[in-house]
């Protein structure tokens, strides 16, 4: 069983839209975050999650970008207004594993 | 600044001729340097966590070692299906994030 599973695995939308990406980890872990990889480029830190808590964010997590932990298991990241500079692949990550990710791509 | 960097960009080996990449980084306090592999389009496998300098830990045809300064991951006889980019990441005792390298890109031909 993964550690960590991500839905959907590839989510197309509107630029301007707003989109959820979801995941659910394994329980037993203590950190979560969101990374997220452009095309070609580095794995980049978006946030990381304790106690149901924003911990640390990056610069790149700004008013567009919240999280959500709603039901003590799923484990939510919202992108409101999207732009076409958010398409990447999103990872969410519990502990030092991480999921299969979301490609996003905003149209 | 933590910086992590990775050499060569892009390496590739015939089967069973080994070879070793390299994981330079800078950081303020090292909690854990780690290893992934990563296959085109998915998310980053776990292989390896080192904590201090010395230690080295090993998984089938993998051995990741770690000094203060770098960090390599041994190849021995490697087979088709270790074609993948490997990843080096730090995570420093200041925060939680993990700070990763652009990668290497193996490709091993049969």
């Known amino acids: 069983e993964p550690e960590v599973t991500q839905t959907p695995s590839h989510q197309v939308t509107q630029m301007g839209q707003e989109v959820i990406l979801r995941c659910v980890p394994i329980?037993?872990?203590?950190?979560f975050y969101w990374y997220r990889q452009i095309l070609g480029q580095k794995v980049e830190f978006l946030v990381s999650?304790?106690?149901?808590?924003?911990?640390?964010k990056s610069e790149i997590f700004d008013d567009q970008f919240s999280v959500e932990r709603p039901d003590g298991s799923n484990f939510t990241l919202k992108i409101r207004s999207t732009k076409l500079e958010d398409s990447a692949m999103y990872f969410c990550?519990?502990?030092?594993?991480f999921g299969q990710g979301t490609r996003l791509t905003v149209v | 600044e933590d910086q992590v960097t990775q050499s060569p960009e892009a390496l590739r080996l015939q089967e069973g001729e080994s070879s070793s990449l390299n994981c330079s980084y800078t950081?303020?306090?090292?909690?854990?340097l780690f290893w992934y592999r990563q296959d085109p389009g998915k998310g980053p496998e776990f292989l390896f966590t080192?904590?201090?300098a010395g230690e080295e830990k090993e998984k089938e045809r993998l051995k990741a070692t770690l000094t203060k300064k770098e960090s390599f991951l041994h190849i021995t006889a490697p087979k088709p299906e270790d074609s993948a980019t490997y990843l080096c990441?730090?995570?420093?005792?200041?925060?939680?994030?993990?700070?990763f390298g652009a990668g290497t890109r193996l490709t091993v031909k049969p």
């Open positions: 950081v303020s306090g090292l909690r854990g």
């Open positions: 990550a519990a502990g030092a594993f």
């Open positions: 999650f304790y106690n149901n808590e924003i911990s640390e």
């Open positions: 990441a730090v995570q420093a005792w200041s925060n939680n994030d993990m700070r």
């Open positions: 329980s037993n872990h203590l950190y």
């Open positions: 080192l904590y201090s």
